[in-house]
């Protein structure tokens, strides 16, 4: 397969995952590494190969066929935004931006590019096993949802402020999640939470621990768990209700060695965070991208459906501020 | 130990289950059974050694020391009454009535009481054992609460009418379930819900499929997962989050045997109804009961629980019909 | 159904299971327990309306159909023997007797007799699926097998002399399993076994601990994984490996309570011991024998399958002595 | 880190496995691949920048400090003589030779080598993990093992005749779990074998179904199940039973989705074979040969542990042959 080049920008937590993945993909090949922190983009330039830029250098090179947008949550949309008028397919973490506004205002400059968005859980080889048999119908027709996606701790305390709150920050994958199950978008969101963990958390006016019910037109109801602390590792789980039986995707130990004994059978724990549980999602996510990349694919998730996952947040905010059930 | 005569009111569905609990325990000893339908007594007491009698018989006996009020719901509260005026310890299936005021206006009637009420849950042993470890706090503080109640088939067409519905009738069960785990009052309800198994049921202007989320004033979360028909069994679990850790009490599978091939591990299903699913809990629950009515111990579930619960599942009707939460 | 009257002969361990099993059966009732330790009957007969009598009388009483031999196993042969020449129905603890000569020789007694012997495994729930599965052939035929069967915890010194030693008290049990479910009998023993239990056991010239292979004349393969002391509850397995799959009766645990911490998923032990675990089993048996009694059935395990688990209990004793693998 | 130059020699099966891992080790860096057979070495070559050479020109090449030899089994000791006596360090797969005598002659000449040889399943974490905790003693004393290894499916017609038989083969790996588990060497060996899979194996004078069981001075046994065959997946299982309890390494399965369906709760089945279950093996043995080569670590597994699994090997041959149990 004929490698095509990549630029990275954001040589951060997300661009640790992503960048190397990209590196190692058989059709891809890490150029640069774009990152204002003085020595950031090193390392990865190292392992590598790659070449530490400037973004304008990165997107003018006609060699660079493809960007992954790992920039800081604020600065998504504008590094989305130059890759794209470059005639880069995009890669963005998500979300696109925390204001509503700007993601609507700019979307029309989107249209018709090749533009993946990183709602990694619909990559998660698990997820896409469940999605399949119940399109396949082997359960009959989907009727209820329950989605528990539990952060095994508290973010540290200068994260809440830019983070863009519990709703935007977090529900937001099981938001998208539920839109790509349910097959119907909610016309209903009620939210109930409570701030449990961290007081902290609470005198920043967010949440941490939150329950989310969806209804869609048909009647489908969809639940959200969600806690920033869940106190025993990575809770993500799925479980979907049909009319002929359950499908469940259930959590991952962190190895199948038990021991009994007379007062108990010990397991593993569950996996302790996100890169250990969605290790081979960010892998399929990015071996999609190349598909798009190479003009084999179809992005399976676009900026439509980052405007909605957004929608939905807000709509969560919503109810949780007026205590009523909203209509998104 | 001594054996104390037991009258059995109602040789149904649940007198099937509780007459011969009550035979077989060393502490009771089954006198009489009391049913109008002729010949409905007629099996229990061939088997258990029992009189057919008339409730007022059974009631004038003054041997009689306990009585197992298992008749229509809409004769609960009137057996009750009579037996607890006639002295007699009573173990009263739920609801004490469908209607609240009626049971409201009866409480002064019973109390000083020895009265206990059905709510079999609490009698579960695997629930009990996750009851006591919340209560040692070995997972720190409960912050939230997940309950899955999902029945195995939707009721008969002719059930629905007299059932008071979905949430007097079986909701309930997880409000109680919600109550005493919870360790405070629920403060605000919410009811999401559908018509999605029977379109006769959604006819008789009940739902068959609802989520409800419950808040407490500490900010306590729990959400009821209930359905009329699961496709899969009697789905009933619990889910404890807390500060620490996470306490679940799961299905039980029918059997130990699993078969494993290239495609599968295939193992049994869940247990198909509340019969097998309560065997040990329905046993506990008379076993409770015979402390009671021999005077070791004080009935773990009385009147007030049964009003409490019905105030709940009022409020969860009032939080479908008005699409908002409700303080109850 | 009508009831036929039973005598229970032996009111120790085992008579307290089968005895309340067969009262409580609805085709029998306790009609007799003999024993000849004064008082020892007296709480069976208060509970079931029994009456304590010798073993002449209950046998010489025409009412009585049927006998349960739970008598100490160097009575089990005599008091079978004379309950068959009475003409009744005969269920009998395993073994037979732990002298092979003395079983040979009683042999053309029991001739047309009404004979069950007590293999209990035989009438698990879970391991009748097993051997369905298994000749339904699902996944396909069979060829080898691993039985696991491990006591919890040692035997009380004063025990060991009288039970035969390892493998006529206990081994035999996998004997008959293996027996059952290969559909062919053991043409080759090999056993290799230690003491590492409790020195005592070694000093009394016994082992503890053992590994049995048996082969077939087809070629199957069995090993039989027995010790005396698990050291974590009552390890009971089948493993069936077959031509296109694997079938597997796993341990059951004593309920399904889990609690996860970051450190770990714990979940109950398995049971702890026989009366636990069997307990569905020791049902199943008298529920056949009340069908063998009542002439609905022939006796699924008989004495020619006492005769050859005697045979091969014998095998493994020989393969330890010489050290070499045993045609028995 | 620094990274070392590495050659591979031979570019088959096991070379694309190992040969990627060293590539991507940050301590290592992939420098030549030898294999004889045209354009072999050239996919490796292309993807990490490697050179096909000659064992001469590899080994002349003073900057090379390792080698992975992964040539086919008659060459493997060869390779290796011919690596540590350039001076390298020296990762062999197993086994060294088919052939006992070839492989004890040779001995003197790895005195003192750098050599690591390829028992893969010591590096398994689930293994590694088992293997600490039992002797952190937790459970107690180690009594008996249980050895599980069944392959999925029967070997190509034209592997039997150079594989050295089902035990040089492929139960020389569990004779090496065996040694490293017990802490102690088998004095003693029983094996019975079949051949029920494939009757090819058995005209070619092996067998395809094998049971073997060690003892050991102290009294502990072991029980290895082998089978060419499983016909459900790769069986890869380790049960230790220690005197307060057992542990237990069990099957991966692919992932955790679960069916629950009236009749059946239907998860994933076991991982299909070596690549996948012991992918994490793999890597972890690179990663511990990079300590080697780096000077960190001394080999975990050296020439003496391939010469002791070889001689069980060849008891558990002359086993089968003569009937008896054998000293090794």
Chains 1, 2, 3, 4 share one sequence.
Not at 6 to 31: D, E, F, T
Not at 43 to 72: H, I, K, M, N, W
Not at 110 to 134: C, E, I, S, T, Y
Not at 307 to 321: D, M, N, T, V, W
Request: charged share 25%; glycine share 10%; proline share 6%.
């Amino acid at each position: 397969m004929e490698r095509i080049d990549v630029a990275l920008i954001g040589a951060g937590r997300m661009g640790q995952i992503h960048g190397p993945n990209a590196a190692l993909h058989p059709g891809l090949r890490l150029k640069y590494v774009v990152d204002p922190r003085p020595g950031a983009a090193m390392p990865l330039c190292d392992r590598f190969g790659a070449t530490a830029a400037t973004l304008d250098r990165a997107l003018a090179d006609p060699g660079v066929g493809a960007v992954l947008v790992c920039s800081s949550t604020d600065q998504h949309l504008v590094h989305a935004l130059a890759a794209v008028e470059a005639g880069k397919a995009v890669f963005c973490e998500k979300p696109i931006d925390l204001d509503l506004q700007k993601v609507l205002q700019a979307r029309a400059r989107f249209d018709g590019a090749r533009f993946l968005l990183g709602f990694n859980r619909r990559f998660d080889p698990a997820f896409r096993a469940l999605k399949q048999r119940l399109d396949a119908g082997d359960t009959g027709r989907l009727e209820t949802l329950h989605l528990v996606n539990h952060d095994p701790a508290a973010p540290p305390p200068g994260f809440v402020p830019t983070s863009g709150g519990l709703f935007k920050d977090f529900t937001i994958h099981d938001l998208d999640l539920a839109r790509w199950l349910l097959g119907e978008e909610p016309v209903r969101v009620y939210t109930a939470a409570s701030c449990l963990v961290d007081p902290e958390i609470g005198r920043l006016d967010d949440v941490d621990t939150a329950r989310t019910l969806l209804s869609t037109a048909s009647g489908r109801l969809c639940v959200i768990s969600n806690t920033r602390r869940s106190g025993y590792g990575y809770d993500q789980r799925i479980e979907a209700f049909c009319s002929r039986g359950m499908l469940r995707a259930g959590n991952v130990h962190g190895d199948t060695v038990c021991t009994l004994t007379p007062d108990a059978s010990t397991a593993a724990a569950i996996l302790p965070g996100f890169p250990e549980r969605y290790r081979d999602a960010y892998r399929a996510q990015i071996d999609h991208f190349a598909d798009v990349v190479h003009g084999r694919a179809e992005p399976l998730v676009g900026y439509a459906d980052g405007i909605a996952a957004l929608e939905l947040a807000e709509a969560c905010q919503a109810s949780l501020r007026t205590g009523t059930a909203i209509q998104p």
